[in-house]
């Protein structure tokens, strides 16, 4: 049986962390924005598994990489929501080139 | 059987913040809450003064080891000299920031004390933890511990726009640039197969040079450069330093600073310094730093609310201080670890002035600071010193802190980069010197005297005192510096 070899996971990786960052870029919205950055944290993920089968599976390192990355985009989405929700009520929209109170 | 010295002081700062919310609960909403403040400033301290008690060379005599570097969890933590001296300096920050917060909070109201205090310690901690980081994923934990309880402080202040606003533009790019740094860490995991940082070293001084190292290497600079604001990665840094509550941009200009320094003597001095990769870091620092300097004191200039020319004047000392990051040796990391000595008492005597000023005036800008001198002598003499250290005028510490830095960078050839730090400095010279002038020379608006507690007097005094005392003989910390920079060499 062949197996997919590790090159595909990462130009996969590459493609999904390109569109996040496309996302992150050009996104007004801030909600929007955050969904960029979690594709990227995902591409990281795809890369570290596609790493960690590459070098050895026993050793767990790459995946425990993974596991913590995934409970810190949590974590970081929890806040995240937390200030667009009190954005919102302040400024009433969440557009990140709306949100501009402090002096230029 | 795990090594709890190894992490002694961030075990301490955790529990004294978890302590703070349980004993909240017990209290009537009513009451003053000086509790909380005091288990705040007590665990801190103890924190503090527990690192000398594991440095060895405990002046009281209580020394927990012998004065060798604890380890744990297979030498993943490890707390050497090194990582003492960037918790001291944390630490130090901490403390100054409980203070200011305290002050703070009279004029800026918030219901929730008691969880500000939990988040500050919950950051400190992290800061401190990366410090020993010795392996990419305690590393990456440790940052984000930090900034993620940044981005709660930054926009605490939930009904103001602008503390909203520096909340939002610090957790959307923050969380941008950690999804770098770990994209980085990802080819360099996949290049070396592990994730220790000195195994790292090992690996990569086995393989030529790739594209792939080069592209991760990219990644890891610019995420981690993010951090610690240096230009080109440097536009949420006045937004933020603005918006944000005035003691959590004091914690920030220091405490965040040291860890990301701290982060990047361990990465690139220890796991990426292999000939084939070595000349093209130092190659992107030096544009950075240069760039830092330039952009830092260039925009500062035109400002006029004083946390915002702070936030530029960080950029730029951000910048002085990878000059020294490039002279890779013992004297380079002296100079680094001095100067953030120096940078921390001038930075903090700054903002405790901040503070106070604008519980008083309720204002930041810098023409509200007209006839200081009048109003409270010991202002006005707090912001001439520490400002004239931060530009780097003698006798004052921040002279001597530049001296050794650049001299660091021209014995490694660095000779152009030392010329713009001394060019640009005397730039900086003209809008520290504004604030200064409006502090002493023009005529005040409103005579009324400002006061201070007897705490936040001493304080200030220590800050002169510290930067006149070290501009003219710095031996004692650079003694300190020196031992700590001798760990890693």
């Known amino acids: ?104 | 059987m795990i090594n709890y010295l190894t992490f002694l002081p961030e075990i301490i700062l955790v529990c004294t913040a978890i302590l703070i919310l349980v004993v909240e609960l017990f209290q009537a909403p009513s009451s003053k809450r000086s509790s909380i403040r005091w288990i705040a400033f007590l665990g801190t301290l103890a924190a503090l003064l527990c690192l000398s008690c594991l440095s060895g060379s405990c002046p009281l005599g209580c020394n927990l080891t012998d004065g060798t570097a604890q380890q744990a969890f297979n030498g993943f933590i490890k707390t050497d000299g090194l990582a003492l001296y960037f918790k001291m300096i944390i630490l130090l920050a901490t403390l100054f920031t409980l203070l200011m917060t305290y002050r703070h909070f009279e004029t800026h109201k918030t219901p929730y004390p008691a969880e500000f205090l939990a988040i500050l310690l919950f950051s400190a901690a992290g800061a401190s933890a990366l410090t020993s980081a010795q392996e990419i994923i305690t590393l990456y934990i440790a940052l984000e511990t930090l900034t993620i309880s940044s981005y709660l402080l930054a926009s605490f202040m939930k009904k103001d726009k602008g503390s909203n606003e520096a909340g939002m533009k610090y957790l959307l790019l923050g969380a941008f640039s950690s999804a770098l740094l770990l994209f980085g860490f990802s080819y360099i995991y996949g290049l070396t197969g592990t994730t220790v940082i000195t195994e790292i070293a090992k690996s990569l001084a086995m393989q030529p040079s790739s594209p792939l190292a080069v592209f991760a290497l990219i990644l890891v600079v610019g995420g981690l450069a993010f951090k610690i604001s240096l230009a080109p990665f440097h536009m949420w840094t006045p937004d933020v330093y603005e918006g944000a509550p005035t003691p959590v941009t004091a914690f920030l200009s220091v405490a965040s600073k040291t860890a990301g320094f701290a982060a990047f003597v361990r990465l690139f001095w220890v796991g990426l310094n292999v000939p084939s990769l070595q000349p093209i870091w130092m190659g992107l620092f030096a544009v950075l730093s240069a760039m830092s300097i330039i952009l830092g004191n260039l925009e500062a200039i035109p400002q006029k609310n004083i946390k915002r020319l702070m936030g530029y004047s960080s950029i730029a000392q951000a910048g002085y201080i990878a000059t020294g990051f490039l002279a890779i040796g013992p004297m380079g990391l002296t100079a680094l670890l001095f100067y953030i000595f120096v940078y921390l008492f001038a930075n903090l005597g700054v903002f405790l002035t901040i503070v106070i000023v604008a519980n008083k005036t309720g204002s930041e800008q810098i023409e509200d600071y007209a006839g200081m001198w009048k109003r409270s002598p010991l202002i006005g003499i707090v912001l001439l010193v520490c400002l004239l250290s931060l530009a780097g005028v003698p006798p004052f510490a921040g002279f001597s802190g530049k001296w050794y830095l650049f001299g660091a960078a021209i014995s490694k050839g660095y000779t152009w980069l030392a010329l713009i730090g001394m060019t640009f400095s005397v730039v900086s010279l003209f809008y520290y010197l504004q604030v200064a002038k409006q502090a002493l020379v023009v005529a005040p608006k409103d005579p009324s005297p400002i006061e201070m507690s007897l705490l936040e007097r001493s304080v200030l005094i220590l800050c002169v005192v510290v930067t006149v005392t070290l501009g003219v003989w710095p031996r004692p910390i650079m003694d300190l510096a020196q031992a700590a920079a001798s760990s890693l060499f």
């Open chain 1, 1 to 104: 049986m062949s197996t997919i070899p590790v090159v595909h996971f990462l130009y996969l990786a590459i493609i999904l962390f390109g569109i996040g960052l496309f996302g992150v870029l050009v996104r007004k919205n801030a909600i929007s924005v955050l969904m960029g950055v979690e594709l990227m944290l995902n591409a990281v993920n795809i890369n570290y598994l596609a790493f960690a089968k590459y070098w050895n599976w026993n050793s767990l390192t790459g995946t425990v990489f993974v596991v913590f990355v995934i409970t810190i985009a949590a974590a970081e989405a929890a806040v995240a929501l937390a200030i667009v929700i009190s954005i919102y009520r302040q400024f009433k929209n969440a557009n990140v080139d709306e949100v501009h109170y402090l002096s230029q």
